[in-house]
Antibody
Framework: QVQLVQSGAEVKKPGASVKVSCKASGYTFTSYGISWVRQAPGQGLEWMGWISAYNGNTNYAQKLQGRVTMTTDTSTSTAYMELRSLRSDDTAVYYC?????????????WGQGTLVTVSS | SYELTQPPSVSVSPGQTARITCSGDALPKQYAYWYQQKPGQAPVLVIYKDSERPSGIPERFSGSSSGTTVTLTISGVQAEDEADYYCQSADSSGTVVFGGGTKLTVL
């Protein structure tokens, strides 16, 4: 069965960087893209961007351009999201999500979420 | 930037029908998708391409589209349907947008 397993919770200081991983199993990793979605405490869902596991192409939300980098390692079927210059309003649960159809942005499987806390 | 607008909350009694709307200017040209999220859990896809239901989602969940508004309908609401519901779409450049979410309360 399809599974996306994310790395554990992180606590970071303002200005630092965080890198969250998302290990996929149960399907052909390179046949789908992965999006990252975050959710601040008590708030709604915010799409951060997308990466093709096939060729590494990316599409980032304009708001995060320059601070976020998404990568994949096809040898381990793992996607990564790195966010730099962290601020307190980056505190959120970060989810990876598999697109249901390659290149069509809706999501049929989600990771369990990774809480990133930014605090001095 | 493209926005999707949902009511913050909807309340219904068990067995009644809940309707959650989502409005956006691009919805006549772009599909909408709906997710259910319960506290402490990841979202779950309940409707795709406006009105299609993924396997494993109960038949009481349905979706429809009319102009700039899409609607998620839950017929015969059960206590387990209490959750936050989010609509989602994408604009022509591939930017994904979520609605602000609707909290469904089962009285």
């Amino acid at each position: 069965q399809v599974q996306l397993v994310q790395s554990g919770a992180e606590v970071k200081k303002p200005g630092a960087s965080v890198k969250v991983s998302c290990k996929a199993s149960g399907y052909t990793f390179t046949s789908y893209g992965i999006s990252w979605v975050r959710q601040a405490p008590g708030q709604g869902l915010e799409w951060m961007g997308w990466i093709s596991a096939y060729n590494g192409n990316t599409n980032y939300a304009q708001k995060l351009q320059g601070r976020v980098t998404m990568t994949t390692d096809t040898s381990t079927s793992t996607a990564y999201m790195e966010l730099r210059s962290l601020r307190s309003d980056d505190t959120a649960v970060y989810y990876c999500a598999r697109e249901a159809v390659y290149g069509v942005y809706y999501f049929d499987y989600w990771g369990q979420g990774t809480l990133v806390t930014v605090s001095s | 930037s493209y926005e999707l607008t949902q009511p913050p909350s909807v309340s219904v009694s068990p067995g009644q029908t809940a309707r959650i709307t989502c409005s956006g200017d691009a919805l006549p040209k772009q599909y909408a998708y709906w997710y259910q999220q319960k506290p402490g859990q990841a979202p779950v896809l309940v409707i795709y391409k406006d009105s299609e239901r993924p396997s494993g989602i109960p038949e009481r969940f349905s979706g429809s589209s009319s102009g700039t508004t899409v609607t998620l309908t839950i017929s015969g609401v059960q206590a387990e349907d209490e959750a936050d519901y989010y609509c989602q779409s994408a604009d022509s450049s591939g930017t994904v947008v979520f609605g602000g979410g609707t909290k469904l309360t089962v009285l």
